[in-house]
């Protein structure tokens, strides 16, 4: 089975503009949650999606949005991109406990 | 709210010597995962500890769960350098029913010396 898969895998913005990262979890999974890791820290939560509903909502500014589609993929919106949203953006998959299998992740730069 | 803080932050050790990670949590968790991150790729999902005083093992490693759920350790025994990465911790504070709102430590990095 394939895994989670995550696109684009890299990719380079500048201040101000807007991005798009997506998600396909695992067959089956109907649990999507996305993380932003920056360079020697641990991921930090951002969102969490269930049966396209939000369950769970981290610290992060209004500027970042996500939904859930009917086919349990997801996406990530970002705007009005700053420096400091450069970071690799991770999303997890679960069946429905605990166990979140993550996917590659989308490197994002912002300069 | 929530923070999970976990030492050493980095860890040098010989192949075949030992290695632990702690991780604290400044409130109760209802349940605390470990996750390995090998350079270069992604979290990968080791353990789940649910219990009051828990231990779990894993070949040469060994997870604990605090009495009052708020710490935890991770023993890996021997280590070899097939163990390098960085060990997370994250601990799931309940946040409310289907809800798996998880915190993790800023990881600790281990590498094995040859």
């Known amino acids: 089975d394939a895994g989670v898969t995550q696109s684009p895998t890299h990719l380079i913005k500048t201040r101000g503009q807007q991005v798009t990262l997506r998600c396909s979890p695992i067959s089956g999974h109907k649990s999507v949650s996305w993380y932003q890791q920056v360079l020697g820290q641990g991921p930090q939560f951002i969102f969490q999606y269930y049966e396209k509903e939000e369950r769970g909502r981290g610290n992060f500014p209004d500027r970042f949005s996500a939904r859930q589609f009917p086919n349990y993929s997801s996406e990530l919106n970002v705007n009005a991109l700053l420096l400091g949203d450069s970071a690799l953006y991770l999303c997890?998959?679960?069946?429905?406990?605990?166990?979140?299998?993550f996917g590659p992740g989308t490197r994002l730069t912002v300069t | 709210g929530q923070q999970v803080m976990q030492i050493p932050q980095y860890q040098h050790v010989q192949e075949g010597e030992d290695f632990t990670t702690y991780c604290n949590s400044s409130t109760t968790l209802s349940n605390i995962q470990w996750y390995k991150q090998r350079p270069g790729g992604h979290p990968v999902f080791l353990i789940q500890?649910?219990?009051?005083?828990e231990v779990k093992k894993q070949k040469r490693l060994t997870f604990q769960f605090g009495e009052a759920k708020k710490n935890s350790s991770l023993h890996i025994t021997a280590t070899q350098t097939t163990d390098v990465g960085t060990y997370f911790c994250?601990?799931?504070?309940?946040?409310?029913?289907?809800?798996?709102?998880?915190?993790f430590g800023k990881g600790t990095k281990l590498s094995v010396i040859p």
């Open positions: 997890a998959s679960s069946l429905r406990t605990y166990e979140q299998y």
């Open positions: 500890l649910v219990k009051s005083g």
């Open positions: 994250a601990g799931d504070g309940d946040s409310g029913a289907g809800s798996y709102q998880l915190t």
